[in-house]
């Protein structure tokens, strides 16, 4: 698969804008903005602000609860495609604890910075170097994701790929950058069957299209071309497709609202689930 083009000046252009990643962090809870990001959700009217808390907020309670489901069934080896910054619940703080021979981690992210917080979160857990690794990648680059994730990553045996709020980073599909569904089924063809693979994504389908959430969800996607990573809104139908073009199967929980998913709790949001703007699903890749 063809990269989409890069400037020269690419670790530059992460330092002196705005990210996803550190956007993210900072409205989380987690390590790692600085004042250019701070001041970007700062600026942002009201509405707006209000839907990134909650579309967040909803990301990473959906995000825990698939890495739970996942670890429950017995899965000791994760890839996480734009893994983010560091925070108190991260992907390495939850399996630190139980760390086997067999336990396996690889992060993904094309933020320099993040790539640096990571590696060091990496040493500060002493996790052994030959069984986690931090690959400073774009994750719509599969063979070169899967590769290096070689590495580290036993492809014979279960695997769950995370890719939490990132797809909605790549830009609609034209000659130089894949569509999204082809790029979730060239990462299925690399795992083994009875392997995961989890998306959450930004969506306004299921609110009102003339309401005032949708109205400022559209705003601040449009608002993120101001950052490093420009954010592209896609419908259910065409989110739902990432699980259908290649060999995945979508699990029991189906492709649900992030704050609604695998959530015994939904009720105690106090809101309606689509509010959350972001879908999700769990695909597994069939036998
Ligand atoms: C909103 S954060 C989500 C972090 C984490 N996945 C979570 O859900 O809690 C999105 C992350 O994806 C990374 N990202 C966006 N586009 C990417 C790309 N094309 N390749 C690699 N990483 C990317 C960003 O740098 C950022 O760290």
Known sequence: MTRYEE???RNLRYINNPTAGRIYSKVVGGQGSYSIDRGFITGLHKDYQDVLTN???????????????????????????????????DLPGILTPGWSDTTRLVCVDNDPIVVAHMIHRGYDLELPRQHFAVID????????????AATVV??????????????????PARP?????ADVVARYASALCPGSMIGIT??????????????EAARALAAEYAKTTHPAQLRTRAEIAQMFTTGELEITEHGLDYASAWGNPDVGELGRAPATSCFLAGLGVVRE
């Open 7 to 9: 400037p020269k000046d």
């Open 55 to 89: 579309a967040a907020g909803d990301n990473m309670a959906c995000r825990n609860r698939m890495i739970a489901h996942t670890r429950e069934q017995g899965f000791e080896q994760f890839i996480d495609l734009g893994c983010g910054l560091p925070m108190k619940d």
């Open 137 to 148: 990648e774009d994750v719509y680059d599969p063979d070169a994701v899967l590769d290096r």
């Open 154 to 171: 036993d492809f014979s045996r279960p695997v769950v790929v995370l890719a939490n709020a990132v797809f909605h980073f790549l830009p």
């Open 176 to 180: 130089t950058v894949p569509d999204p």
């Open 201 to 214: 994504h930004a969506t306004t389908d299921g609110l009102d299209p003339t309401g005032k959430t949708a």
